[in-house]
């Protein structure tokens, strides 16, 4: 697996040999910026490795030496997880991370309850319990096979009826309740899986945003946390197709647990033509409908 950074900031074009000189003066090579012709400004959006060399301490002091010299303070950063064919083929599960590069994948929650307490009271983390079914105006579906819903799941009856058809197992459906116009309703349902999975491996990846607070004391809020990590031995006894992590995920207010799939759920999924293959968010095949499937590491 790859660590890449990208940084995306602006400055005067006249700034920019001295902008690339700070990240080589700090042992980060990054290519020529991209000149924006509506003005003078120069767009820099450069993505580099994380490694022993590159450390993310490094990126740090960067970023310290551009506010200082040049008065950058405002700089977009997002990671890139990159993984070799090999851990794609070696891989039992699978992280879904997006059924399409659209925001029309995330629907909006339209008053499903849930029981809400205090996880963290530094940083305001909320766990939650679902205590009704999904309420969701389903005609946002659009011909869509699966949509997230405030860290939930939720599948079209096709989607259903094609799992059951090729006898995935691990999981059950629970009917969503449509809360909108009539026209364009349809049959939704939240996939609940029935397993959980063992603890994952101390060696993942953590890492945070330099530009933003540091992480919280509770070690999630601010964290970025890398692919999950498992020893072979702990999923050996595994069966079924669907499956909660043990760990939690956030969505920065409420606390989830992340759902995994199999290797046999994504072969379904391209097999059955819902999605191509795909193999990270720079892949040139990953489309609007595309799901994005990262694959767990194993040791």
């Excluded at 029935?194 to 993942?204: A, F, G, H, W």
Aim: net charge negative; hydrophobic share 35%; glycine share 6%.
């Amino acid at each position: 697996m790859k660590v890449e950074l990208e940084n995306l900031f602006s400055i005067d074009e006249s700034s920019q040999d001295q902008v690339i000189n700070v990240y080589n003066r700090h042992g980060i090579a990054i290519g020529a910026p991209e000149i924006r012709k509506r003005n003078l400004k120069t767009k820099f959006n450069p993505i580099f490795t994380l490694n022993e060399d590159v450390t993310y301490e490094k990126v740090a002091a960067v970023y310290e030496s551009l506010e200082r010299e040049f008065g950058i303070v405002s700089i977009g950063e997002r990671f890139y997880f990159e993984f070799s064919d090999l851990e794609y083929e070696r891989a039992p599960l699978f992280t879904l991370n997006s059924t399409g590069n659209s925001p029309e994948m995330f629907l909006e929650d339209k008053g499903t309850l849930f029981s809400l307490s205090t996880h963290c009271k530094n940083c305001g983390l909320m766990d939650k319990e679902q205590l009704s079914p999904i309420v969701i105006d389903t005609s946002h579906m659009k011909g869509r096979h699966l949509v997230h819903v405030s860290g939930y799941w939720v599948a079209s009856e096709e989607l259903v009826a094609l799992l059951k058809n090729e006898k995935l197992e691990g999981f059950e459906f629970l009917e969503v309740i449509h809360q909108g116009p009539e026209q364009g309703k349809q049959p939704a349902y939240q996939i609940i899986p029935t397993q959980m999975l063992p603890s994952c491996s101390q060696d993942r990846v953590k890492l945070y945003f330099a530009t933003e607070q540091p992480p919280c004391s509770c070690g999630l809020n601010g964290v970025i946390k890398g692919p999950d990590i498992y020893h072979q031995e702990d999923l050996a006894a595994l069966k079924g197709d669907v499956f909660y992590s043990t760990e939690w995920s956030h969505d920065g207010r409420y606390l989830y647990k992340k759902t995994l799939f199999s290797k046999r759920f994504r072969e379904v999924i391209i097999k059955h033509g819902i999605s191509r293959e795909v193999r990270g968010e720079k892949d040139r095949n990953f489309g609007p409908k595309d799901w994005l499937f990262d694959p767990v590491l194993i040791k």
